[in-house]
């Protein structure tokens, strides 16, 4: 070869790196397209995730409702048997009496009270127990209202039996002009 052959012109020697640039650019640029797409997927996914993960634990899970019963039936039989019992005890005086049935007033009372607290410390919505289909799923917080209540020691067997044995004893209730229960008179 010659000298003239082998020195090539600055001109030249840009074109022919110009186009051996433009070849490697179009190997790697459809290489490089494809990796580009699929990183951008992959961080899009990621974020989607992370964001999605987010709201769950920060938001939806914090909100979620939380159900629990409470057996108002079983608390207000308990009450009726122990006003019934204080009312019909055979040494009990008036004003015992009278006192016994002005304590359903005040337990009304009370019983709102204690349901709004215990409302408040759970967190949670109380539903009565009668109007809830399925009470496997929510918790019953009978017991808890009773305390609140100071009726945890009551039993209703005991009640029961307490105003059996007080019998005939106590006068029974006037009905108005009707007469009176036991022996009908006007």
């Known amino acids: 070869m010659s000298a003239e052959q082998s020195v090539v012109s600055p001109e030249e020697a840009r074109i022919d790196s110009s186009s051996s640039a433009e070849n490697k650019e179009d190997v790697t640029g459809k290489d490089s397209s494809w990796l580009g797409l699929a990183i951008n997927t992959v961080t899009t ?4 995730a992370g964001m999605i993960a987010a ?23 308990l009450k009726e048997l122990q006003v019934t019992a204080a009312a019909t005890s055979p040494d009990a005086t008036d004003k015992q009496r009278s006192e016994a049935f002005e304590e ?29 289909v399925k009470v496997t799923a929510a918790e019953d917080l009978t017991s808890a209202l009773k305390e609140r209540l100071g009726m945890a020691g009551l039993d209703q067997a005991k009640l029961i039996q307490q105003i059996r044995s ?19 008179r006007k």
């Open 104 to 132: 359903i007033t005040k337990f009304a009372r009370d019983m709102e009270t204690a349901v709004n607290d215990l409302q408040a410390d759970c967190g949670c919505t109380l539903l009565v127990r009668a109007a809830v």
């Open 45 to 48: 996914l990621v974020i989607a």
């Open 55 to 77: 709201y769950h634990f920060m938001v939806a899970a914090p909100t979620k409702q939380k159900i629990a019963v409470v057996d108002i039936a079983e608390i207000l039989g």
């Open 166 to 184: 007080a019998g005939g004893a106590g006068q029974p209730p006037i009905l108005g002009d009707r007469g009176s229960l036991a022996g009908g």
